[in-house]
T-cell receptor, first 113, second 110 residues
């Protein structure tokens, strides 16, 4: 059974640009959550999608957005990038919504210069 | 929101010894407490979880205990092995959101 796949693995962007990250969940999983991981703030919840609807949202500015497609694949978009957006962005999938029994991908390492 | 504190931040143990990591949470309404292990270059992996109606759960060398009154929960790893070296995160679920502790870097010395 294939795991959670995130692409790309690494990204380098400059301030002001926008970026789109992709996540393919485990087959059969309908929930996709996104987390930001930094050395200073740790793991922070961004949002969760279930059946193409955003079910929950963390405390991030509106520059961070996402969507989920009918095949449960998800994308996360960050607009007007800031230096502080440099982080490892992790996607996690699960069978049910709410943050239980998450399976994480290896993440996308975003560097903003 | 929920606030999770995790201690210690680093832990070095001799192979074969036990390791204990402790976490506290702030909101008594939290009802689900997972533990994740993260190895270098990988995403976190769920190793054990416990619900608020259970006091203790064990899976081979790993066990988790929960004290709802004190609002703290702990991870116990017995007979540590080199492959247990990793960063461990505790988390608490409140309102269908997970809040994570800051992590504990565990090093198992051969």
């Amino acid at each position: 059974k294939a795991g959670v796949t995130q692409t790309p693995r690494y990204l380098i962007k400059t301030r002001g640009q926008q970026v789109t990250l992709s996540c393919s969940p485990i087959s059969g999983h309908r929930s996709v959550s996104w987390y930001q991981q930094t050395p200073g703030q740790g793991l922070q919840f961004l949002f969760e999608y279930f059946s193409e609807t955003q079910r929950n949202k963390g405390n991030f500015p509106g520059r961070f957005s996402g969507r989920q497609f009918s095949n449960s694949r998800s994308e996360m978009n960050v607009s007007t990038l800031e230096l502080g957006d440099s982080a490892l962005y992790l996607c996690a999938s699960s069978f049910s919504q709410g943050g239980e029994k998450l399976f994480f991908g290896s993440g996308t390492q975003l560097s903003v210069l | 929101g929920e606030n999770v504190e995790q201690h210690p931040s680093t832990l070095s143990v001799q192979e074969g010894d036990s390791a204990v990591i402790k976490c506290t949470y702030s909101d008594s309404a939290s009802n689900y407490f997972p533990w994740y292990k993260q190895e270098l270059g990988k995403g976190p992996q769920l190793i054990i979880d416990i619900r608020s109606n259970v006091g203790e759960k064990k899976d081979q060398r790993i066990a988790v205990t929960l004290n709802k009154t004190a609002k703290h929960f702990s991870l116990h790893i017995t007979e540590t092995q080199p492959e247990d070296s990793a960063v461990y995160f505790c988390a608490a679920q409140l309102d269908y959101k997970l809040s994570f502790g800051a992590g504990t870097t565990v090093t198992v010395r051969a």
